[in-house]
């Protein structure tokens, strides 16, 4: 009986360890990777037959002889996907991650070109400004669902548009920022820039580490402490949670701003990383364009569904098969075959909600019907036993 009792308790702790170390969602999550994958070499296939395999592998390895850059790539994307997914955990969609980082962008260039500070600490500043700029055009979509109960797609989606024109245009009318003959920004001072971590023939810097920093933070605050479960209860149900006694509205604008100063982190760590060109920055040109790294973020929350560590290994994952599918051109390859590959990827990922759903209950009935059956042998020892007496 006692053995019985032990089994079951076992088999239960097992399912709870899978439940909270996410099984489901790291399963599902595979399942996308692997059927984007498939679909991918399809494509390969039917395109160019002869260079199949040569292209595939290129993606699937191609990455690793480049892992410095698969690193500097994947900074701005972790920060976003981390944007996104923060706001996604509260129920909210931040789809105005470009918008932020863009504007967040415009503040570390400006500390950079405009502030005169010591080495040392001038790109700590202009990071830290990147910061306060993307929470800024974060929390005014807070404030307009909060307040005024304005849709946060609407209203970010829109100051994407308002935030790209009004950081071009200020730009432009800046003679310290913009050189006219190249149609782009100056290099910034050394002192602005983020120290290399020293990795030859990589841009890759101390951005990395600030990002992978920043999830585990926020992997605390949301598993760890009162402030996160509040903002969790909150996208859960905002009514039972109000009636709860948290404050709903507040959380609201407290979700949107952190989003959007994780997005403008994400834009000033971008533009402050050291380029190609020895000693000389990173550049940004103003031609009217959303950049693409907020909705690159939405994808990476999508397939790390909306986890903070689940998120940096996405956007890692996604910036490695990016630069070996940059390879896969030596073979003939257009290099928009990457995108195709990782648009399915991010389709198939839509649907780790309801796959991870449907994982959980299977699991679960495997126990169940488990423990059924040691039930049922159980009565039948009992009765046995009887039957003997």
Do not use: C
């Amino acid at each position: 009986m006692e053995g019985n009792n032990s089994s079951s308790k076992n088999k239960n702790s097992i399912v709870q360890f899978l439940n909270k170390i996410g099984i489901g969602s790291f399963i599902s999550a595979l399942m996308a990777i692997i059927l984007g994958l498939v679909f991918g070499y399809l494509i390969m296939l039917f395109a160019i037959p002869s260079s199949a395999n040569d292209g595939f592998g290129y993606i699937l390895f191609g990455g690793i002889e480049r892992i410095g850059d698969v690193f500097y790539f994947a900074t701005p994307i972790i920060m976003t996907g981390l944007s996104v997914g923060f706001a996604m955990k509260m129920g909210l969609f931040n789809i105005g991650a470009s918008g932020q980082y863009t504007m967040g962008m415009f503040f570390a260039l400006y500390v950079g070109f405009m502030w005169d500070l010591p080495d040392g600490i001038h790109w700590i500043v202009a990071v830290f400004a990147g910061l306060v700029g993307g929470m800024i055009w974060g929390l005014i979509p807070g404030i307009f669902k909060a307040f005024l109960n304005v849709n946060e797609v609407i209203t970010s989606i829109m100051f994407n548009y308002i935030g790209m024109y009004l950081v071009d245009m200020l730009i432009q009318s800046s003679g310290a920022m913009y050189d006219p003959i190249r149609t782009r920004t100056n290099y910034l001072p050394g002192s602005a820039l983020i120290p290399p971590l020293g990795i030859s023939g990589s841009n890759v810097n101390f951005g990395i580490l600030i990002a992978g920093l920043i999830g585990i933070i926020l992997y605390i605050v949301l598993q760890k402490t009162t402030f996160g479960y509040e903002l969790k209860a909150t996208g859960h149900n905002k009514f039972a949670s109000e009636y709860a006694g948290m404050k709903g509205k507040t959380n609201i604008v407290l979700t949107m701003g952190i989003a959007g100063a994780l997005s403008g982190l994400g834009g000033a760590l971008s533009i402050l990383a050291p380029s190609a060109i020895a000693g000389s920055s990173m550049t940004y040109e103003p031609i009217n364009i959303i950049s693409q790294a907020g909705f690159n973020g939405i994808a990476v929350a999508l397939l790390g569904n909306s986890h903070p560590i689940g998120t940096i290994f996405s956007a890692i994952f996604i910036s490695h098969i990016q630069r070996g599918g940059t390879l896969a051109s030596l073979v003939g390859y257009k290099p928009e075959i990457i995108d195709v590959v990782v648009a399915v990827i991010i389709y198939f990922s839509s649907f780790s909600m309801i796959m991870s759903s449907y994982l959980g209950k299977f699991i679960k009935r495997l126990v169940i019907h488990s423990n059924k059956d040691d039930k049922d042998d159980k009565d039948d020892k009992e009765k046995n036993n009887l039957e003997e007496a």
